[in-house]
């Protein structure tokens, strides 16, 4: 599948009046770049794409210092402070929790962020004009959660009890948990809610998801979840449990459906902002996209072992069937 990119900018005055000898600058000889991230991989090379896509070519007019906390959260701030010490000249952070860290260290140096809600986690005054150091993508998480909800119980037409796993370390996680709630309310679904802190907290929540008989999982947007995709849909499958996810790369790994923004595009688009700033646009005048195509994604090898027909309305409607 080729990964679509469909965002929408909110334009801002401030933006058009920015001066033309700023926006005519060219980056420097060599630029320092920082990357901030809980995870790696395919969001890595997406962003350093977007930066080829540029014409930025690391170590000859680029120098991209990455910083990957490996899934432990509380690394995040050590890492923010070292690529401070580096003298970057703009950090990219990957997430709620990049992002968080990285602002607590520096209010001068810009931030290109890929966050869920931005304006409720305090990080941009508004999404038209941000005002401090930190612009960058929306991921949408919490606002397309109760559409997710609504295309589970399509593929699973009786279902009536959903396990809810959720990491309350992501500062995002707590708005989109609070609109999956509202959606059960409207859709008469019962929600089993589980936290899952870190890895080895999956196994006990699926063991307890079905101990309570919940017919299916729904997993929030969070780092920790797409890191450990493959592990999630593994043991989800061994339990049988249906399993809903935010990111198609997820649905790939084994599980059954997805549905959200397309987080490479995202990373990818994140370059853009990098390469603004460092041509001498400032992120209090750089309004924050706001991705406007979701893809729904199926897996049609997993739904047939878990003995479920998928309804040809959301074959109809899916961006990416795996078979």
């Known amino acids: 599948m080729i990964a679509r990119r469909h965002f929408i900018t909110l334009l801002g005055g401030a933006a058009a009046a920015w001066p033309l000898a700023a926006r005519a600058q060219q980056p420097k000889s060599v630029s320092r770049v920082g990357f901030l991230t809980q995870t790696s991989a395919p969001i890595e090379e997406a962003f350093r794409q977007g ?25 995040l701030a050590e890492l923010a402070a070292e690529l401070i010490a580096a003298k970057v000249d703009v950090i990219f952070a990957a997430g709620s929790e990049a992002t968080s860290a990285a602002r607590q260290k520096t ?26 150091n930190v ?8 606002e397309v959660s109760g ?12 279902v009536a009890k959903i396990a809810v796993l959720w990491n309350p370390n992501d500062p995002g996680a707590a708005f989109s948990l609070r609109e999956t709630q509202a959606a059960a309310e409207t859709l008469s679904v019962k929600l089993q809610i589980l936290q899952a802190h870190d890895v080895d907290a999956f196994d006990s929540a699926f063991r307890a998801a079905i101990k309570e008989g919940s017919e299916a999982a729904v997993l929030l947007p969070a780092p920790l979840m797409s890191r450990n995709a493959a592990r999630i849909a593994d043991l989800a499958m061994s339990r049988r449990l249906p399993t809903l996810f935010f990111s198609e790369e997820v649905v790939k790994s084994g599980g ?26 400032h992120p209090a005048d750089l309004p924050v996209e706001q991705p406007t195509k979701f893809e ?3 897996n049609l090898q997993t739904a047939r072992a878990l003995g479920l027909d998928v309804p040809p309305t959301l074959l109809a409607l899916a961006d990416e069937v795996i078979e």
């Open 51 to 75: 930066l080829r896509d540029f014409g930025y070519v690391e170590g000859q007019n680029v120098v991209v210092e990455y910083r990957s906390a490996a899934g432990k959260t509380d690394r």
């Open 256 to 281: 059954l459906i997805s549905y959200g923004a397309n987080l490479v595009a995202i990373y990818r688009r994140a370059a853009y902002f990098v390469d603004r700033i460092l041509k001498g646009a």
């Open 135 to 142: 612009t960058g993508l929306s991921l949408l998480g919490p």
């Open 107 to 132: 209010t001068t140096i810009p931030i290109v962020m890929a966050s869920t809600n931005p304006v409720g986690l305090g990080f941009v005054a508004s999404l038209a004009k941000p005002g401090g």
């Open 296 to 298: 729904l994604a199926i």
């Open 147 to 158: 559409k997710r909800l609504q295309l589970l119980k399509e593929m699973i037409p009786g």
